[in-house]
């Protein structure tokens, strides 16, 4: 497993960490054995960053890590905060702060939080320079480590880029959404920003094994939020139109197949060796999954950009480019 530059994060992190959405059963029932199982399987791998929230679960994943990181002290977590309650600025409270933290705290079993992101906040927060005195505060008092910001667009992205205290800023970054490579990569390299780059595998359409009559489980977020019907759009298939993102993803599957990859390795691997990518955050549903997501920070340099930027060209950036 490569490990990645040093970035205000303060310490060098595996190139495929793991995210885990999915073991708070938002995605469909992950018991808690399958759940460590995972953990287990992708520490063995080489992973060493875990990403959560205070929400997944509503906190289900957190406990779930905190018993697992008991064990593995070594572990970096990455946690969010900020939707527990209505996406307001005015919610973004020091007394929420500290409420949310210590929630998370509790959880993890932990003192001082590694890294606490904001969880896709409105704009205004990102703009907020009180916002941004609580946070510093938090790391002063010991509550945190560092924070970071996860966002929905680029303009938020640079936002966040652009304030001396953030370590990190958390955006969707694939195949099918290519946008950050634009300015946000080159602006987080200048800065010395980790990128952390999420849903990397389109909800698992890059996998390449959906069709158009792939139905999901009711409490799947793909089957209940296919049109923004709960949250951004954005989230869920990258926002593409699923029928045109299957067979986009048979495309790719073609170029992956062309270098000796799967589908799944070959997007994650091109991804997290793009100049500014810190660290890539599949989520995995069980022991091989994880083990396949974690080998992609060993493949060698993949020269699949052209390919990669014509097939987003020509299906997708009239569509989604300037929507995030």
Request: proline share 4%; hydrophobic share 45%; aromatic share 8%.
């Given at each position: 497993?490569?490990?990645?530059?040093?970035?205000?994060?303060?310490?060098?992190?595996?190139?495929?960490?793991?995210?885990?959405w999915?073991?708070g059963a938002?995605?469909?029932?992950?018991?808690?054995?399958?759940a460590?199982?995972?953990?287990?399987?992708?520490v063995?791998?080489?992973?060493t960053?875990?990403?959560t929230?205070?929400?997944y679960g509503?906190?289900?994943?957190?406990?779930?890590?905190?018993?697992?990181?008991?064990s593995?002290p070594?572990?970096?977590?990455a946690?969010?905060?900020?939707r527990?309650?209505?996406?307001v600025?005015?919610?973004?409270?020091m007394?929420?702060?500290r409420?949310w933290?210590?929630?998370?705290?509790?959880?993890?079993?932990?003192?001082?939080?590694?890294?606490?992101q904001?969880?896709?906040?409105?704009?205004?927060?990102?703009?907020?320079?009180?916002?941004?005195?609580?946070?510093?505060?938090?790391?002063?008092?010991?509550?945190?480590?560092?924070?970071g910001?996860?966002?929905?667009?680029?303009?938020?992205a640079?936002t966040a880029i652009?304030?001396?205290?953030?370590a990190s800023v958390?955006?969707?970054?694939?195949?099918?959404?290519?946008?950050?490579?634009?300015?946000?990569?080159?602006?987080?390299?200048?800065a010395?920003?980790?990128?952390?780059?999420?849903?990397?595998?389109?909800?698992g359409l890059?996998?390449?094994?959906?069709?158009k009559?792939?139905?999901?489980?009711?409490?799947?977020?793909r089957n209940?939020?296919r049109?923004?019907?709960?949250f951004?759009?954005?989230?869920t298939?990258?926002?593409?139109?699923f029928?045109?993102?299957?067979?986009?993803?048979?495309?790719?599957?073609?170029?992956?197949?062309?270098?000796g990859?799967t589908?799944?390795?070959?997007?994650?691997?091109?991804?997290?060796q793009?100049?500014?990518?810190?660290?890539?955050?599949?989520?995995?549903?069980?022991?091989r999954?994880?083990?396949?997501n974690?080998?992609?920070g060993?493949?060698?340099?993949l020269?699949?950009?052209?390919?990669?930027?014509?097939?987003?060209?020509?299906?997708?950036?009239?569509?989604?480019h300037?929507?995030?």
């Amino acid at each position: 497993m490569r490990t990645t530059p040093l970035t205000r994060l303060g310490r060098p992190v595996s190139a495929i960490g793991l995210g885990t959405w999915q073991l708070g059963a938002d995605w469909g029932d992950v018991s808690e054995s399958d759940a460590t199982a995972i953990l287990e399987a992708s520490v063995e791998s080489g992973v060493t960053i875990f990403d959560t929230a205070d929400v997944y679960g509503d906190g289900r994943s957190e406990q779930i890590i905190g018993r697992f990181a008991q064990s593995h002290p070594e572990i970096f977590i990455a946690t969010k905060m900020g939707r527990r309650l209505e996406q307001v600025p005015e919610n973004y409270s020091m007394e929420n702060f500290r409420a949310w933290i210590d929630r998370s705290r509790a959880n993890l079993g932990m003192d001082t939080l590694d890294l606490v992101q904001l969880h896709c906040p409105p704009s205004a927060v990102i703009e907020s320079d009180a916002v941004f005195d609580n946070l510093d505060t938090l790391v002063t008092e010991g509550a945190i480590a560092r924070y970071g910001v996860s966002v929905e667009t680029a303009a938020q992205a640079l936002t966040a880029i652009a304030r001396p205290g953030v370590a990190s800023v958390q955006i969707i970054l694939n195949a099918f959404r290519l946008k950050p490579l634009d300015a946000v990569l080159p602006a987080a390299s200048d800065a010395g920003v980790a990128i952390i780059a999420r849903v990397p595998l389109a909800s698992g359409l890059l996998s390449g094994k959906y069709t158009k009559d792939t139905i999901f489980a009711a409490d799947d977020h793909r089957n209940y939020n296919r049109h923004g019907e709960a949250f951004d759009v954005g989230e869920t298939f990258s926002g593409v139109d699923f029928d045109e993102g299957v067979a986009a993803a048979q495309e790719f599957s073609a170029l992956a197949e062309g270098v000796g990859l799967t589908a799944p390795v070959a997007a994650l691997a091109w991804l997290s060796q793009l100049p500014g990518v810190t660290t890539v955050i599949p989520g995995a549903r069980n022991v091989r999954q994880a083990t396949s997501n974690a080998s992609a920070g060993s493949v060698d340099q993949l020269a699949l950009t052209p390919q990669i930027t014509e097939l987003y060209d020509r299906r997708f950036r009239a569509e989604i480019h300037d929507r995030w």
